[in-house]
């Protein structure tokens, strides 16, 4: 079963060197990816409930310093050479999707082929109304994102009509290294969600979630993607963590058994030695798990 980590950025402490610090250990003690989430603004008395929370209260201060986590993988590949990089997850529907096609290809290619793009829809209307984005039909026009991103990755004449976007005939260079485009993964638990990642995934996402609603919620995808024609084993299972973690190898097996192949753990200790042996730790108890 491979680990992945979550950066712990929304530590005020946590520094640029910091995170090259715990990126190359990571590396070096066999994790499989680092993970990078996306908020472009916060607000300090939010409107909207954060869905993995039972409060509704994301475990997050409105003053966290979330770094854009594209310009921040940038830099941890220029100071890892094998782990994978991951976002969980990127705003689809707030960005334009040809500049975030440019954006990831251009890391996938800067970091020789080690990227994974997962993105969600979102849950703060106010983020939106942030962004000038609509809140409404999200959803669709994250598949139609998905179609642009996807056209402007593959093929050396890009185009695309769609009710959200209307690409016309273009050529967008570099391409990604890995072919046809990076491993695209569908965050979130909704049915739309997991249609999606039926539909269009590489893989399903899913974060803080008890492993009986894991296995819920695998059940459920691989019953969508047999009725899109979608081969068991295409969409890989993953599943992360900051509030709700595995405490032991036992734990994690039971993830494992509901179908997960990769558990995301993150740093959750407040000062840089502690999560340099929280670090340690979850790679003697889990990595060689």
Known sequence: MEIGLNLPVTNPVVTPALMGEIARMAEALGFAELYLGEHVVLFDAPRDDYPSSDTGDAFFAAAAPLPDPLVTQAYLAAVTQRIRLATGVLLLPQRNPAYTAKHVATLD?????????????????????????????????????????????????????????NLPPCRQYPKPVQRPYPPLWIGGWSRSALSRAARLGDGWYGFDLKVDAVAAYVEQLRGLMAEHGRAPGTVKMLCGGYQVLPANRAELGDYRDAGIEQFVFSLTEPEPAKMLDQLRFYAAEFVTA
């Open 109 to 165: 290619w800067l970091s020789g082929g080690r990227f994974d793009l997962a993105i969600g829809v979102g849950w703060s209307e106010e983020e939106f109304t942030a962004c000038d984005v609509p809140w409404a039909e999200r959803g669709a026009r994250a598949d139609d994102y998905i179609g642009v991103m996807r056209t402007l990755w593959a093929d050396e004449v890009s185009s695309f009509q769609g009710k959200h976007y």
